[in-house]
């Protein structure tokens, strides 16, 4: 049997992109096969004593790793007590309870004017707002600019963030728990900024928020009530600026969701 040639640079490049990993995490690459030259440490013999609890291991793997809720609730502690927006980007900051934290490059917390009357929110940071720290600077930040500025808002006259602060590696779907470990961030940012209007992008960001298990197509377009605990928030569902990218024949119903909220603007 002939052997496959060895791929190439390119080959191999492309297919690092196609699993999604498109950034380093590291200055310096890391010989792997080097490493297996390193000779295994020397058995340990024994001691003569009575055998460990089988329980122990687990003990200490619970500590190192908690679990979701566990996480949970530290994070609806942390968040509960954050009296300002500031405060409560460094309590995001130097939380430990989600992964995502740690395969990440930065926190992505906000981006526009936390006066603002309308708070927009994705799901999570992509590749660019990795890099800058800022939510929406990539292709899908360029047209949600574009989306706004049709309705004479931009980054000065709104605010803008997503439910998930890390990028997932590889721009992966957030899985459920790291989403409930990061939700009590998210509303407490929502109680902060308190806004007049919220508009979810897309649809993790609408039913993560508004709690609902309808996708984004029935639920665009119609007004649904946030509730804070101490208000209630008018929001309106649409769709995420990166779907738009891939159906452009959805701009025409996200031109009427901005114009309902120009509109409801303008009237309150």
């Known amino acids: 049997m002939i052997p496959e040639p060895a791929p190439t640079v390119r080959e191999l490049l492309a297919f690092y992109l196609e699993a999604g990993v498109d950034c380093a995490l ?18 340990r013999a ?22 979701p809720d566990v996480a949970i609730a530290s994070a609806r502690e942390a968040a ?20 995502l934290k ?12 936390p ?12 590749r660019d707002e990795d890099i800058e720290g800022l939510p929406f600077v990539g292709r899908s930040g360029k047209l949600l600019d574009l989306m706004i500025g049709a309705i004479g808002l931009n980054r000065t006259t709104a ?22 470990i990061c939700l009590p ?9 308190n806004p007049d209007v919220l508009v979810t992008l897309g649809n993790p960001s609408t039913q993560t928020l508004l709690s609902t298990r309808e996708g ?5 377009g119609r007004w649904f009530d946030y509730d804070t605990g101490q208000r209630t928030i008018r929001a309106l569902p649409t769709f995420h600026p990166a779907y738009l990218l891939r159906s452009p024949s959805y701009k025409r119903l996200a031109w009427q969701d901005l114009r309902a909220i120009a509109k409801l603007l303008a009237g309150s």
């Open 26 to 43: 590291a200055e310096e690459p890391v010989d792997r096969l080097a490493e297996l030259d390193v000779p295994p440490p020397a058995p």
């Open 46 to 67: 024994a001691p003569v004593e009575a055998p460990r609890p089988v329980a122990a291991p687990a003990v200490i793997r619970g500590e190192a790793a908690p679990a």
């Open 80 to 99: 509960r007590t954050a009296p300002t927006l500031e405060a409560l980007r460094e309590l995001m900051q130097n939380f430990e309870g989600c992964a």
């Open 102 to 113: 740690h395969t990440a490059t930065r926190l992505v917390f906000a981006d526009g004017n």
């Open 115 to 126: 006066q603002a009357r309308i708070m927009f929110v994705g799901e999570a940071p992509g």
């Open 159 to 180: 605010y803008i963030t997503n439910v998930i602060p890390w990028r997932p590696p590889g721009n992966r779907t957030p899985t459920p728990q790291e989403t409930q």
């Open 185 to 193: 961030f998210i509303q407490r940012h929502i109680e902060l900024v």
């Open 216 to 220: 984004i197509m029935r639920t665009r």
